[in-house]
């Protein structure tokens, strides 16, 4: 009878391949969890709520917390909710840096003024969108449906779901799931329909959403990338409904990609 015969190492190197690959589980597994977090934003999520957005049993979850809340990326909120920690706080305020909001200002400063309605500018932080800019416009009747701070589930608004539309399959999916539990808050926004306007997104180039964020409200949004072609931000216009028929949204892309050429011709 033949007998497999383990060269010398070979049980090691087993060992060792199981024990990175419980490890790259338990961090996808707390990066879920972080997103889940994230798109719960400043009421927090109950645990019951993390294992449902995070497909995670309850004993796990309380694992992961406790990590993360040592750590501070995760604070408790009460006695049953949990929200971002200080450490996601530090994280957030590198990104929307005065630099950054310095050279996106001239962008919604040209494109307001060619539309005459308020611009926005907003990041990407996990599984939520986060308002870092905008510029007033003209036209006696602003719609201002965020403010600078604002942050609100990746998708739900224009500049957000051209953010959300410019990332890889994975990684929608992954915001979608994260914001499960939050996405009905907003204009009864469902997975399938967030899914069917990011593919409409990618289609046209750019994106648009009604409805959502704000009733009566409609915003048009353009991905705004690096040099290296990666996407780090997005812009919108919001204006009333009546007032965005398709060819001013057209006129809006316009004034949004000749800004892009004159102010950021090698990406931000």
Known sequence: MAHAIATPGEDSADAVDAVEDSGSRTLRRGLQLLDAILAGG???LRVVDLCRAAGLERATV????STLVECGYVAQKGRFRYVGGPRLAAVAQARGTP???????PVLALVSEACGDAAFAVIREGALSHCIARHVGSY???VLVIQVGTRQPLGVGAAGLALLSALPDREVENVIAANGATLERYGGMTPERMRILVRATRERGWSVIGNHATRDVLAVGMVVRDA???????I???STMARMPRARQDLIVRAMRKAFATQLPRGL
């Open 228 to 234: 290296e072609d990666e996407p780090v931000a997005a």
């Open 236 to 238: 919108s216009v919001a």
């Open 140 to 142: 006696p009747v602003q």
């Open 42 to 44: 400043r009421e927090g």
């Open 99 to 105: 630099a950054v909001v310095s050279r996106l200002q």
């Open 62 to 65: 309380y694992r992961l917390l």
